[in-house]
């Protein structure tokens, strides 16, 4: 695969007479060779050269808002985003009832027919903006955030449908066409829809086209709770999990410019969305097999790419093979010398890593350099920074650090600032102990899905370290995480005990509120494991969905709860 620098060449020579689909997918290839600042400039140039290369310096713009979550980038995106869709947006008529309407013009006319593929390109383009709209409101885990996104989402949808509807038909004309050539090689085929310069290799560059797309529309509504879904009636029913992976697999194996872009979808959705949500229950393994297969095919493909490498890095984490997913971060690390958002991504995993490790230094020094480097929440990780400094035994410098996290605490919708300013206040006042920072850490490893990707002998001595905490205010969160732990360790009849404490910890519903909806979700999860305990562990589920509202991360528990409860034959999603 040529790099950065000889795609960059390769467009300055047939810019001006390549097509802009194949111009997109060298800016796309550009983009995951390393050379992000080269696909960015080359997008910008040509943004308004058409549709197609607008659409792709917003997907650059995008992806980099995602990759940070930084309030200004996630702002240039949407702009960047609306930009497009007001490009692209045209009239509302149908391609079908366009063709039939050009069909009945005069044959004879001078003034050439607009492009059929043009049309359905940018109905396309108009719905892949709003489906990444709508996926920078859902990041903000906020009940308005997912009412807009709905609503964006029910628009795109439609656009969606029509668009399938139209390439299904056209296709379908395509087919007769071919078929009936022989017999009708001397007629003049005025009424084929061919003859608008439509051919099978075009259409299904688009089929690849809309079923990016598609499948990302899909795997986000089958995502957000159902109590969310009937507050804004978003479609009737749930987001299709199979169909969405189905479409995007699909696009990846297609020629479109997106397909290196549902490649890079499938491994996001594996190694990181089904753990962090676990749409798969216990199993933590699932969707490993999907993206290892999916990194070997594009091994050669992309030798040398700083994000095939992190999600490589991903994988070995989910395997618990923590070294050799630190020394895949650290490379990525280098490989992304002038991207700044991959440098921070993978600083973050290493921060983690080093956490599973309980390896607290190495931690903190990741950590404090996210805290003054980033712009997305210095407030999270001036908390993370103080929870490691103190885990590795600096207690002043912790305390220091603490105090940092309320003044920079600036976004009061954020849960997880939320969460970082009432943590660091309570340690604060409390004159933290190297303990409780321990604990403090040991809480955002489970809060995080982290601890299952834990060795046994690092999850043991988290166990015995969480033990020798004694402090009645942290009763209920130090029984839920034990559960946790034994629960990963393979001890379901600890875990049951330590999370049944934990449920029942009044004293922890006041200090730490998610604590007793966390247990009972727990505890719903691992009885599910058992036929004779099923009834026991859906009544577990439902009440820490219906009996517990106001606590931290709820939005993020009821996805998980939601995924539980679908995993059951009998429960018919709502």
Not at 230 to 235: E, H, T, Y
Not at 484 to 500: E, P, T, V, Y
Not at 541 to 569: C, M, P, T
Request: net charge neutral.
């Amino acid at each position: 695969m040529a790099g950065p620098e000889q795609i960059q060449q390769q467009v300055d020579e047939s810019s001006q007479s390549i097509d802009d689909a194949e111009l997109a997918l060298q800016g796309i290839n550009m983009l995951l060779n390393n050379g992000f600042r080269e696909s960015d400039e080359l997008f910008k140039k040509y943004r308004n050269h058409s549709p197609l290369m607008s659409f792709g310096a917003s997907f650059v713009s995008f992806l980099n808002a995602m990759m940070t979550f930084e309030e200004e980038k996630m702002h240039t995106a949407c702009e960047d985003l609306k930009t497009t869709e007001k490009l692209c947006e045209s009239d509302e008529a149908g391609v079908i009832e366009i063709i039939k309407n050009k069909i009945k013009r005069n044959v004879d006319s001078q003034k050439p027919p607009p492009s059929v593929i043009d049309r359905l390109q940018r109905q396309i383009i108009v719905a892949d903006c709003q489906v990444y709209l709508a996926v920078l409101s859902f990041v903000k885990q906020e009940v308005s955030a997912y009412i807009k996104g709905g609503w964006i989402l029910r628009k795109a949808w439609k656009i969606y449908n029509k668009c399938y509807s139209d390439i299904g038909v056209l296709q379908e004309s395509c087919q007769k066409k071919t078929s009936q050539e022989s017999l009708t090689s001397d007629r003049a085929n005025d009424n084929s829809v061919t003859n608008e310069g439509v051919s099978a290799e075009s259409l299904s560059r688009l089929k690849g086209s809309v079923s990016f797309g598609y499948g990302l529309f899909h795997l986000c509504i089958s995502m957000v709770p159902p109590h969310l879904l009937k507050i804004i009636n978003l479609l009737g029913f749930p987001g299709d999990r199979l169909q969405g992976l189905s479409s995007l697999t699909f696009a990846s194996e297609s020629k479109d410019m997106k397909a290196p872009l549902a490649t890079l979808a499938l491994l996001w959705y594996h190694t990181v969305v089904r753990p962090f949500f676990a749409l798969d229950g216990t199993d933590t393994q699932a969707g490993l097999a999907e993206a290892k297969e999916i990194l070997q095919k594009k091994e050669t493909v992309y030798p040398n790419s700083s994000l095939f490498m992190f999600f490589k890095g991903r994988v070995q984490r989910l395997e618990c093979q923590i070294n050799s997913a630190l020394t895949s971060f650290h490379d990525a690390l280098e490989l992304a010398t002038d991207q700044r958002e991959i440098q921070h991504v993978c600083l973050y995993e290493i921060g983690w890593c080093s956490m599973i490790e309980m390896n607290f230094k190495d931690a903190y020094e990741s950590f404090e350099r996210l805290k003054n480097e980033s712009r997305w929440s210095q407030c999270y990780y001036a908390y993370l920074t103080a929870v490691c400094q103190g885990a590795s035994g600096d207690v002043e410098g912790a305390k220091s650090v603490f105090k940092e996290v309320q003044k920079l605490f600036k976004r009061k919708n954020n849960q997880i600032e939320q969460f970082s300013l009432k943590r660091a206040e309570r340690l604060r006042k409390q004159s933290p102990s190297k303990e409780l920072c321990i604990l403090a850490a040991i809480e955002v490893l489970y809060l995080w899905k982290a601890l299952p990707n834990c060795s046994s002998s690092k999850l043991q001595n988290m166990s015995q370290a969480l033990q020798e905490v004694d402090d009645t205010l942290h009763v209920g969160l130090k029984h839920l995480l034990l559960g946790a732990i034994h629960k990963c360790l393979g001890n379901s009849k600890d875990a049951i005990q330590a999370f049944h404490l934990a449920a029942s910890n009044e004293l922890g519903r006041q200090n730490n509120t998610y604590v007793q909806p966390y247990a009972c979700y727990e505890l719903g999860c691992i009885l599910l494991d058992n036929p004779e305990t099923t009834g026991k562990g859906r009544a577990f589920l439902l009440q820490a969905k219906e009996e517990f509202a106001g606590y931290d991360f709820e939005n993020r528990l009821h996805v998980r709860i939601h995924a539980a409860l679908a995993s059951l034959k009998e429960v018919v999603p709502q």
